[in-house]
């Protein structure tokens, strides 16, 4: 195991191109660190330049308090999981296990027991002589996982891993990574756009978006607390509701209503721009409240999920259990102020 860190790393492509713009921050030994973000914030390249796939243009990577910059791929004592698997069709899941063992050129007794040994964990025993043809997407992902797993890395860099998988599986791989961190404790870096997954699996997440780090914390922080405006409608399916207001006499004016000011730790003045934000969670249907008007109802089952219209603006609510309410009925809403929150309308970042 080890520590991995960055320090002002950037990458730029030509002259000009700037796609990581000097981000710093730590992952301890074991830990399971996250990078989330949307599509072309950088989160992936900045996990290649980890692997040594990529060229870091400014900055340093270190790994085990050793800077790795100019270390080639091999050399770097990590292992890799891809988004494709990455295969050999030609091989059997036993023989695509031991491929890099054998390149190591490692004893045969050592590369059978570290394939055994990680195919007993991934629940591979009875595959082993299979081709990956004949799997399923999950048994080759397992196996590419197991691939990473017998060269007993001080990293493990998982690159989106489950994108190409159906949802039903999706969840169930979620939990196998993850129980697979608790039993090896190995650090691991994983990338994805899911702010689920990220939830479900991080330690911590490191929140990514334009080549720069937003807010990094644990997924409670993150979501209890987030920093600044990005943060709070990216962490949180579905996204938090945010409305445009102004402070005004203790409150927040705003789609023709006054709102509750939220706890703050920052000092507003009368009339200053701000983003008002609700979790659609926070929300419940009350007999008397902000009224807003039934545009769709989603039933799922245990939960509600509502779209409502308050003013010239629409926002999601979710109930435990199932209503009565119909589309164009007119209901009244209200909330815990207590879960609120307030960004600053020009920053955006949390007041």
């Given at each position: 195991?080890?520590?991995?860190?960055?320090?002002?790393?950037?990458?730029?492509?030509?002259?000009?191109?700037?796609?990581?713009?000097?981000?710093?921050?730590?992952?301890?030994?074991?830990?399971?660190?996250?990078?989330?973000?949307?599509?072309?914030?950088?989160?992936?390249?900045?996990?290649?330049?980890?692997?040594?796939?990529?060229?870091i243009?400014?900055g340093?990577?270190?790994?085990?308090?050793?800077?790795?910059?100019?270390?080639?791929?091999?050399?770097?004592?990590?292992?890799?999981?891809?988004?494709?698997?990455?295969?050999?069709?030609?091989?059997?899941?036993?023989?695509?296990?031991?491929f890099?063992?054998?390149?190591?050129?490692?004893?045969?007794?050592?590369?059978?027991?570290?394939?055994?040994?990680?195919?007993?964990?991934?629940?591979?025993?009875?595959?082993?002589?299979?081709?990956?043809?004949?799997?399923?997407?999950?048994?080759?992902?397992?196996?590419?996982?197991?691939?990473?797993?017998?060269?007993?890395?001080?990293?493990?860099?998982?690159?989106?891993?489950?994108?190409?998988?159906?949802?039903?599986?999706?969840?169930?791989?979620r939990?196998?990574?993850?129980?697979?961190?608790?039993?090896?404790?190995?650090?691991?870096?994983?990338?994805?756009?899911?702010?689920?997954?990220?939830?479900?699996?991080?330690d911590?997440?490191?929140?990514?978006?334009?080549?720069?780090?937003?807010?990094?914390?644990?997924?409670?922080?993150?979501?209890?607390?987030?920093?600044?405006?990005?943060?709070?409608?990216?962490?949180?399916?579905?996204?938090?509701?945010?409305?445009?207001?102004?402070v005004?006499?203790?409150?927040?004016?705003?789609?023709?209503?006054?709102?509750?000011?939220?706890?703050?730790?920052?000092?507003?003045?009368?009339?200053?721009?701000?983003?008002?934000?609700?979790?659609?969670?926070?929300?419940?249907?009350?007999?008397?409240?902000?009224?807003?008007?039934?545009?769709?109802?989603?039933?799922?089952?245990?939960?509600?999920?509502?779209?409502?219209?308050?003013?010239?603006?629409?926002?999601?609510?979710?109930?435990?259990?199932?209503?009565?309410?119909?589309?164009?009925?007119?209901?009244?809403?209200?909330?815990?102020?207590?879960?609120?929150?307030?960004?600053?309308g020009?920053?955006?970042?949390?007041?």
């Amino acid at each position: 195991m080890a520590s991995v860190a960055f320090h002002n790393v950037q990458k730029t492509y030509g002259e000009k191109v700037k796609v990581i713009h000097g981000i710093t921050f730590d992952i301890q030994d074991g830990e399971f660190v996250v990078l989330v973000g949307p599509s072309g914030c950088g989160k992936s390249t900045l996990l290649r330049m980890l692997a040594g796939l990529e060229e870091i243009s400014g900055g340093e990577i270190l790994i085990d308090n050793k800077v790795i910059n100019d270390l080639e791929s091999k050399d770097r004592d990590i292992a890799m999981v891809f988004q494709s698997y990455a295969l050999y069709p030609h091989m059997t899941v036993g023989e695509n296990m031991a491929f890099s063992l054998r390149l190591r050129k490692a004893d045969a007794k050592t590369t059978e027991e570290r394939v055994a040994h990680a195919a007993r964990i991934l629940n591979l025993d009875k595959l082993l002589d299979r081709y990956p043809r004949e799997l399923s997407g999950g048994q080759r992902q397992r196996v590419a996982m197991g691939r990473a797993i017998v060269r007993d890395p001080k990293v493990f860099l998982f690159d989106e891993p489950l994108s190409n998988l159906d949802a039903k599986l999706r969840v169930a791989m979620r939990a196998e990574i993850k129980a697979l961190h608790q039993r090896l404790k190995t650090t691991t870096v994983y990338v994805t756009h899911d702010q689920i997954e990220a939830m479900t699996m991080a330690d911590r997440i490191v929140v990514m978006h334009d080549g720069i780090v937003e807010q990094i914390g644990t997924p409670l922080e993150l979501f209890d607390r987030p920093g600044n405006l990005f943060v709070a409608q990216f962490i949180g399916s579905p996204a938090m509701n945010v409305f445009k207001g102004h402070v005004h006499n203790g409150g927040v004016e705003g789609l023709g209503a006054h709102w509750p000011m939220p706890a703050i730790t920052h000092s507003v003045s009368e009339g200053q721009a701000v983003h008002y934000g609700i979790r659609p969670t926070d929300w419940h249907l009350a007999d008397s409240g902000v009224a807003a008007k039934v545009i769709v109802i989603e039933p799922t089952g245990a939960e509600t999920e509502l779209l409502l219209q308050i003013g010239d603006q629409r926002f999601t609510l979710v109930m435990h259990g199932r209503t009565q309410v119909q589309p164009n009925d007119t209901v009244h809403v209200q909330f815990d102020v207590a879960k609120a929150h307030l960004f600053d309308g020009q920053s955006e970042q949390r007041l």
